[in-house]
């Protein structure tokens, strides 16, 4: 069982509980399951303080299903490059910094697993092999997914990209 099937699976025992005192535990597993996937973190914290049943399966929901959310997202805005599902544009030079912020962490990535030592005093002089990571968070996903629909970065799934 992964992540996600045992998120599910947590969120109908909380939807089967009636006893609010018994579901506790639920939702903190829920939480900290949530929270390992690429989901508006936020949103995830308010929803689980506001025990939120509806929403949190709409969380889970959208994570089962991202391409059939995505694809109607696209469909229903024509999305364009530079411009999310949601309808949001984003103007070049923010584009640019959020590239540049992210080869920089890519590169900083890359350069500590290079320089890490084995069992001897010298490094091994391997090159990494580390090709896509989590993005910065100074910018939020829309802005990621927009350069992935540009074509400039590459989704690898779990909320990685890869340069494009």
């Known amino acids: 069982m992964n992540a996600l099937e045992k998120l599910r699976s947590v969120v109908d025992e909380i ?10 535990p639920n939702w903190d597993l829920a939480a900290r399951l949530a929270g390992r996937f690429p989901v508006d973190q936020r949103r995830l914290k308010q929803v689980v303080a ?4 509806a929403e949190l399966d709409a969380i889970v929901l959208g994570l089962e299903r991202p391409e059939h959310s995505s694809a109607e997202n696209e469909q229903s805005s024509g999305a364009t490059p530079g411009e ?6 984003y103007d070049k030079a923010t584009l640019d910094a959020a590239m540049r912020a992210f080869k920089k962490r ?54 990685f990209y890869a340069e494009g």
């Not at 999310?84 to 544009?89: E, L, Q, S, V, W």
């Not at 990494?128 to 989590?134: G, H, L, R, T, V």
């Not at 997914?145 to 799934?157: F, I, K, V, W, Y």
């Open 106 to 159: 890519l590169k900083l990535a890359r350069l500590n697993d290079e320089s890490k030592l084995g069992g001897r005093y010298t490094s091994g002089g391997k090159k990494s092999k580390i090709d896509a990571i989590e993005p910065p968070t100074e910018f939020g996903p829309e802005v990621w997914r927009a350069l992935a629909a540009e074509g400039r970065l590459r989704h690898t799934g779990q909320g």
């Open 84 to 89: 999310t599902g949601d309808g949001a544009t």
């Open 15 to 24: 939807k089967a509980g009636s006893n609010p005192l018994q579901t506790q």
């Open 50 to 53: 506001m025990k939120d049943i």
